[in-house]
């Protein structure tokens, strides 16, 4: 098992900064991928990002591409996901997961751990 808690999360203008973090505890041994996803009112939950936890390989949606960077401090079983240049729909609530399965994966149901989530509202 893996428990995850996030924070980080509030409200900011376009084109403001933020930093989520996600804590990893349990079996962080395990680990092999940790992801972001994000799920706005009325619309399907959506991968924005995910990181390898050991080799730390990176892959990113396309609309957060250039924006929003995925990190991690293994040291402190911590994931995070650095935000800048955030638009209006960027507004969502997010969640970081995680996998304990090999092969890097972009699809909510390839993660079996998930955090409470994080509201993040972007004013314009």
């Known amino acids: 098992q893996v428990q995850l808690v996030e924070s980080g999360g509030g409200l900011v203008q376009a084109g403001d900064s933020l930093r989520l973090s996600c804590v990893a505890s349990?079996?962080?041994?395990?680990?092999?991928?940790m992801g972001w996803f994000r799920q706005a009112p009325g619309k399907e939950r959506e991968f924005v990002g995910r990181i390898r936890w050991i080799g730390g390989s990176t892959y990113y949606a396309n609309s957060v591409k250039g924006r929003f960077t995925v990190s991690r401090d293994r040291a402190k079983n911590t994931a995070y996901l650095q935000m800048n240049s955030l638009k209006p729909e960027d507004t969502a609530v997010y969640y970081c997961?995680?996998?304990?399965?090999?092969?890097?994966?972009?699809?909510?149901?390839?993660?079996?751990?998930w955090g409470q989530g994080t509201q993040v509202t972007v004013s314009s």
């Open positions: 349990g079996r962080t041994f395990s680990l092999y991928t």
């Open positions: 997961a995680a996998s304990l399965r090999v092969g890097l994966r972009s699809s909510p149901s390839d993660y079996g751990y």
